[in-house]
């Protein structure tokens, strides 16, 4: 039995955090809270939240704090006895600040941020494939995963994101693994920082 953590995946679109993600789901029993899943889940059930972010989401930008801050509380509510991933969350450090308090509310602790290192073309060229293969399989293509969009989320990423880097490593509290490694050399990187 491994011991309950809760960690963030930080890293850009693309960097490989929701295959990471799913993998610490089926074996430590976390629970993945991606803010991107939910506000698309949002937009498929019609919600008026999901009608108000679907525009913003498809041209690339970031959604209010309020609003995935809002949905992270609900979440955090329901417990984990895995502990949770934070996948896509927080994204400013207005985010970061408010994940801190919620934790602290709930007695919890922030056990690791990990880093996902890539580089810039070849997140470009991820996401594009993504949406090829999506598109080949007769599954649906993200509508943000379009060249224009793909440049507006990255560079929403390095202006209201990366600062987040610095936020961890001065709360020592961040490890970086290289994420251009294959699948599962990226997973034991991950493994190894949960169970040192
Ligand atoms: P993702 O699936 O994580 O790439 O998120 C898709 C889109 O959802 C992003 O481009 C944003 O428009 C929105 N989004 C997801 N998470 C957040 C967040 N933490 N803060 C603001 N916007 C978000």
């Not at 209010?64 to 509510?77: H, K, N, P, R, S």
């Not at 890539?118 to 996401?127: G, H, Y």
């Not at 050399?185 to 949960?194: F, G, P, Y």
């Given at each position: 039995?491994?011991?309950?953590?809760?960690?963030?995946?930080?890293?850009p679109p693309g960097a490989g955090k929701g295959t990471q993600a799913g993998y610490l789901v089926e074996e430590r029993g976390m629970v993945q809270l991606s803010?991107?899943?939910?506000?698309?889940?949002?937009?498929?059930?019609g919600t008026e939240m999901g009608q108000k972010v679907a525009a913003i989401m498809d041209a690339g930008q970031l959604?209010?704090?309020?609003?995935?801050?809002?949905?992270?509380?609900?979440?955090?509510?329901k417990g984990s006895e895995g502990g949770f991933i934070f996948d896509g969350f927080p994204r400013t450090l207005a985010q970061a600040d408010a994940l801190a308090a919620l934790l602290a509310e709930k007695g919890q602790t922030l056990d690791a941020v990990i880093q996902l290192e890539?580089?810039?073309?070849?997140?470009?060229?991820?996401?594009v494939n993504r949406a090829k293969e999506a598109a080949a399989a007769g599954?649906?293509?993200r509508a943000d995963d379009n060249a224009?969009?793909?440049?507006?989320?990255?560079?929403?990423?390095?202006?209201k994101t990366a600062p987040l880097i610095g936020y961890?490593?001065?709360k020592g509290n961040l490890t970086a693994?290289?994420?251009?490694?294959?699948?599962?050399?990226?997973?034991?990187?991950?493994?190894?920082?949960?169970?040192?």
């Open positions: 039995m491994t011991t309950a953590m809760n960690i963030i995946l930080l890293g803010t991107g899943d939910m506000l698309r889940a949002a937009r498929t059930s959604v209010t704090d309020e609003i995935v801050i809002g949905l992270i509380a609900e979440q955090l509510e890539v580089d810039d073309e070849t997140l470009v060229q991820r996401i599954q649906p293509v224009e969009s793909v440049k507006i989320r990255l560079m929403e990423y390095y202006k961890y490593y001065a693994v290289d994420g251009l490694a294959d699948i599962d050399t990226v997973r034991a990187s991950i493994a190894a920082v949960l169970e040192p």
